[in-house]
């Protein structure tokens, strides 16, 4: 098993930025290849970030642009998610996900263990 705690949501005006962070615990990190998702209000989840396990390749949802940004360090267990310009829009449970094969990232790839989410609410 392996366990997910993400931190670092909350309010943040438009234009803002903020950092999610998810802190992995069960498996070897480096082993892990990691994603963030998010669920915004009346949508169902979806794919928005993931990096394999060294950290070296990352993918991006071509919908939220250049604005989202992950990476992890693997010496702390731990992903973050960058969000910068912060839109209404973003406002979201965002969910980070751990899969174990490391060499899989990308929206096709069938992650195995999830956080219990973190609120990010964009408003003025």
């Known amino acids: 098993q392996v366990q997910l705690v993400e931190s670092g949501g909350g309010s943040v005006q438009p234009g803002g930025s903020v950092r999610l962070s998810c802190t992995a615990s069960g498996r070897t990190f480096d082993t892990l290849a990691m994603g963030w998702f998010r669920r915004t209000p009346g949508n169902e989840r979806e794919f928005v970030a993931g990096i394999s396990g060294s950290g070296g390749s990352t993918a991006v949802a071509a919908s939220v642009g250049g604005r989202f940004t992950i990476s992890r360090d693997n010496a702390k267990n731990t992903v973050y998610l960058q969000i910068g310009s912060l839109e209404p829009q973003d406002t979201a449970v965002y969910y980070c996900?751990?899969?174990?094969?490391?060499?899989?990232?990308?929206?096709?790839?069938?992650?195995?263990?999830w956080g219990q989410g973190t609120q990010v609410t964009v408003s003025s």
């Open positions: 996900a751990a899969r174990l094969n490391p060499q899989c990232w990308g929206p096709t790839c069938q992650f195995n263990f």
